[in-house]
């Protein structure tokens, strides 16, 4: 495998991990240590058009050289484990798989045994836990009638949150995300937890949801997709039902609410809306009643 890597200055820090997250590139990482930060990216084969696109969304790395060197599958392994620890979100615990006979969970809680591997969602980033609340506090709002609420998780990365919805007890889950590996690990990742019953798909947001409803819709990506398919998000909520609008700098909370506020209001009877922060990142949920 092919390992690429740079030098990352502690200003041009916070700007890589926040597009980073943003685009949710899954070959480029950022990996820090007590003595540096390095973006970098592991490939199997060329990673040259990948470094050529990045530079456009990233351009502060439009002058910076690449360096490279090849590493054993083995040494990638030791490497990707390093960064990712066990963590809760209330009941929730999410654990990397290789660490499942040693992370003790306490009773009545629930363990996500997780290995992204290269998907975006190791469970870690702000964005991710902010939709990890939202879908605990639904659980506990609905949980008398938990069994017949349906859950959408729109672009679902390594699966984390269809997964910890199933886990907790809703009816029916279904994820889709436009990257066929993603899907692959999202898989991968039910069968571990032991809820193959998900339902995995390979699409879009407009082919993925189409025809489709949900008490539930979580949707943790870009502010600009999520303005360009506000329609559809808000057309797929069921009465009484929940939208979690996640992946929004604060700068870009007005934009989305811009978007969104009018649809609702013109095609639910009410609704009202609660916001949840973590760092620099919002969620947003618009709750139909």
Not at 183 to 188: D, R
Request: a negative charge; hydrophobic letters at 45%.
């Amino acid at each position: 495998m092919n390992r690429v890597f740079l030098n990352l200055l502690p200003e041009e820090l916070k700007t890589v991990e926040t597009i980073l997250d943003e685009i949710k590139q899954t070959h480029w990482t950022v990996e820090k240590t007590d003595t540096q930060c390095q973006l970098c990216g592991y490939f199997e084969g060329s990673f040259q058009n990948s470094w050529q696109d990045l530079q456009k969304q990233i351009p502060l790395l439009a002058h910076k050289t690449l360096n490279y060197e090849m590493i054993q599958d083995r040494d990638w392994q030791n490497e990707y484990k390093k960064y990712l620890q066990p963590f809760n979100i209330g009941p929730l615990h999410i654990v990397p798989i290789w660490e499942r006979e040693r992370y003790l969970v306490p009773e009545g809680q629930f363990a996500i045994y997780l290995d992204a591997e290269m998907a975006f969602g190791t469970g870690a980033h702000e964005t991710t836990k902010l939709c990890l609340a939202r879908i605990i506090e639904y659980r506990n709002l609905f949980s008398k009638d938990l069994f017949l609420k349906e859950v959408i998780d729109v672009g679902c990365g390594s699966g984390i949150l269809s997964i910890s919805a199933a886990k907790l007890g809703f009816k029916a889950v279904y994820g889709f995300d436009i990257d066929p590996d993603v899907i692959k690990i999202s898989k991968k990742n039910a069968i571990e937890n032991n809820v193959p019953s998900i339902e995995f798909a390979i699409a879009g947001i407009n082919e993925g949801i189409l025809g489709r409803r949900a008490d539930l819709i979580m949707a943790n990506i870009l502010a600009p997709t999520l303005i360009a398919h506000a329609s559809v998000l808000v057309n797929t909520v069921k009465k009484y039902g929940a939208l979690s609008l996640s992946g929004i700098l604060i700068e870009e909370i007005e934009a989305v609410k811009a978007a969104f506020t009018p649809l609702v209001k013109r095609n639910w009877d009410s609704f009202f809306t609660n916001t949840k922060l973590l760092g620099q990142w919002v969620e947003i949920a618009y709750v139909r009643t």
